[in-house]
């Protein structure tokens, strides 16, 4: 079974802080993802990665970045936070093989104070 | 703009009957279609997809349809079961760009 493991299940920040949030899977996936979740948006894609050191941008990319420098490991950096990023953030794997699902972690929840 | 729509935020089944959910895309260009479950404090589980070369996939309880040409899709869960009770989520693919919907949240009444 695919593992996507996200290092914490809750988070509370203040405003202006840098947060990092980390998520590794185990099944040795080209690419990883990262969503936030919002009531009444559904899944809405941050940024993405192809291989080791590769980004590309999703829907909402401002005010975050990220880091891949192993295969198993994708982080995201919210380089300012601030009170509107508030939200339940997603990390998800997949295969690069077409018509492959993706996995995702637990979920991060996060506040801004 | 949405790529795909699930119209209905919630729906409420007795244990026991049929639970159709359903889900609408705007881009023919997709070819890969899925449904996610989701309780609350996790993340989303996997539960069924199908290509865009076939109209039904069937797991057990779970089947999936597809209609192309109305760029329709819909899961159908028999019989439904209290357990059932969760938010899903169907999303549609291209490649290895995923979009989803905002899911449903139904209940299965005992």
């Known amino acids: 079974d695919v593992k996507v493991t996200q290092s914490s299940r809750y988070l509370v920040k203040r405003t202006g802080e840098k947060v990092f949030l980390e998520c590794v899977q185990d099944m040795d996936h080209e690419n990883m993802f990262w969503y936030r979740q919002d009531p009444g948006l559904g899944l809405r894609l941050i940024y993405f990665?192809?291989?080791?050191?590769?980004?590309e941008k999703g829907d909402i990319p401002e005010g975050y970045s990220v880091s891949r420098e192993k295969k198993e490991r994708f982080s995201l950096i919210l380089e300012s936070a601030s009170t509107n990023q508030t939200s339940m953030y997603l990390c998800?794997?997949?295969?690069?093989?077409?018509?492959?699902?993706?996995?995702f972690g637990d979920g991060t929840r996060l506040s801004i104070l | 703009d949405q790529q795909v729509k699930q119209n209905s935020p919630s729906l409420s089944v007795q244990e026991g009957r049929i639970s159709i959910l359903n889900c609408d895309y705007t881009n023919s260009m997709f070819d890969y279609f899925l449904w996610y479950k989701k309780y609350p404090a996790e993340g989303p589980t996997f539960l069924i997809s199908i290509s865009s070369i076939k109209d039904k996939n069937e797991d057990g309880r779970f089947t999936v349809f597809l209609n192309k040409s109305a760029k329709h899709l819909s899961l159908h869960i028999v019989p439904s079961q209290p357990g059932d009770s969760a938010v899903y989520f169907c999303?549609?693919?291209?490649?290895?760009?995923?979009?989803f919907g905002t899911g449903t949240s139904l209940t299965v009444i005992p």
């Open positions: 990665s192809y291989d080791v050191k590769m980004k």
């Open positions: 999303a549609v693919a291209a490649g290895n760009q995923f979009y």
């Open positions: 998800a794997s997949s295969s690069l093989r077409v018509y492959q699902p993706q996995h």
